[in-house]
């Protein structure tokens, strides 16, 4: 089989040429187009324009981002260092709000400044570099763990249903959502699975199907409102889908439209599981009502992607990129940690402490 999709880098540091080289994700499926990021400004448009998406996608990013932008501070002390450092790092954190991931990887890079403010600057820049590697490092391990563990809810042969994209495009590799998929067919599965479309930016149509098509899986493209069709046929036995956010009573928020997937799946008795990282879980954001909602551009819903506009002009429009899956609809949230079921408020605790756990006898 000749290069595909899946043989390209999400996401890569490029650190020799002080530049970020990601996919640019507007352009699939027609061209895989790769463009450099070096300024504040590319990487904050980068993520706002979703040319690289997709929480973990987006933290990672964050991570080798402030890195380059650390690179290019002029300072003599830690405290002029430090000050430039922390505008760079609110400027990232203002491009996209409802993926936890972003201000986590950057949290965590803020964190490696302050905790070694005593050294100098130049072994400050390396830690950085290797807290940003780790980040990715960590994406890709994680997303493999979820997918050994959403493989146990399927059985050969299951038809699985996603919505949005939570693949490889949206990770360093795996995907969240797609990870039992792809790990699925590594032990000859065959798994049938339906992507939405995911209107208004398509990221089901151009990029799910894209990537697991190219994979090899059996991909079959439905719109939106075909979820209830295909349940009601009893084509599907299970939904995974990813997330941007996972309150700590298990609300999660995830693309707009896994909601209605999520009332449509327990009108046909179809589990739907939410394939959490632990980096995505804020265990300090109560429910899902306190989870801030992106709200995009009038335009996606009105024109983009139509040769003419398909919508009267002055229409009002409602365009959450993002919205709130109630935790009662959720059969269970798939972590690199395990599978956590109802309540959630309880179980999701459990999973910190394992992880707790697992890094202390590391
Ligand atoms: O607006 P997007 O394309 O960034 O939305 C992406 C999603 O909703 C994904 O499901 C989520 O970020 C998880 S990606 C593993």
């Given at each position: 089989m000749g290069k595909t999709i899946l043989d390209y880098d999400t996401v890569r540091l490029d650190d020799a040429n002080d530049q970020i080289v990601i996919i640019d994700q507007t352009k699939l499926p027609g061209k895989i187009e790769l463009i450099e990021l070096k300024t504040a400004e590319e990487i904050w448009n980068a993520i706002y324009l979703l040319q690289v998406r997709g929480a973990p996608a987006i933290g990672v990013t964050a991570g080798f981002g402030l890195y380059l932008l650390a690179k290019q501070i002029k300072a003599e002390s830690f405290d002029a260092f430090y000050a430039e450092f922390k505008k760079q790092k609110e400027y990232l954190d203002s491009s996209r709000p409802t993926a936890v991931n972003l201000s986590w990887a950057l949290r965590r890079m803020d964190a490696v400044a302050q905790a070694n403010k005593e050294k100098p600057i130049p072994e400050i820049l390396k830690l950085l570099h290797d807290e940003a590697v780790a980040i990715q490092e960590e994406d890709i391990r994680v997303c493999r763990a979820i997918g050994e563990h959403g493989l146990t809810l399927v059985k050969p042969g299951d038809g699985i249903l996603t919505h949005c994209n939570a693949g490889q495009l949206a990770t360093s590799k795996y995907g969240t959502a797609t990870a039992p998929i792809y790990l699925g067919e590594e032990k000859g599965y065959h798994f049938k699975v339906f992507c939405d479309e995911t209107r208004p930016l398509l990221q089901g149509a151009r990029l799910t199907s894209f990537e697991l098509h190219s994979a090899g899986v059996d991909t079959t493209l439905i719109c939106d409102n075909m979820s209830a069709s295909v349940m009601r046929q009893g084509w599907v036995n299970a939904v995974f889908v990813g997330c941007d956010r996972v309150a700590a009573n298990g609300d999660t928020a995830n693309k707009i439209g896994t909601s209605v997937v999520a009332a449509v799946a327990a009108r046909y008795n179809v589990p739907l599981y939410i394939c959490a990282p632990t980096s995505t879980i804020d265990m300090e954001c109560p429910t899902g009502e306190q989870i801030r909602i992106e709200q995009r551009k009038p335009e996606e819903v009105t024109?983009?992607?139509?040769?003419?506009?398909?919508a009267p002009e002055g229409v009002k429009v409602y365009n959450p990129a993002f919205d709130v899956t109630d935790h009662e609809l959720i059969a269970g949230i798939v972590t690199e940690y395990g599978v956590a079921r109802a309540p959630y408020t309880e179980s999701l605790k459990g999973i910190f402490r394992k992880k707790a756990e697992e890094e202390k006898n590391a």
């Open positions: 024109e983009m992607w139509y040769k003419e506009r398909m």
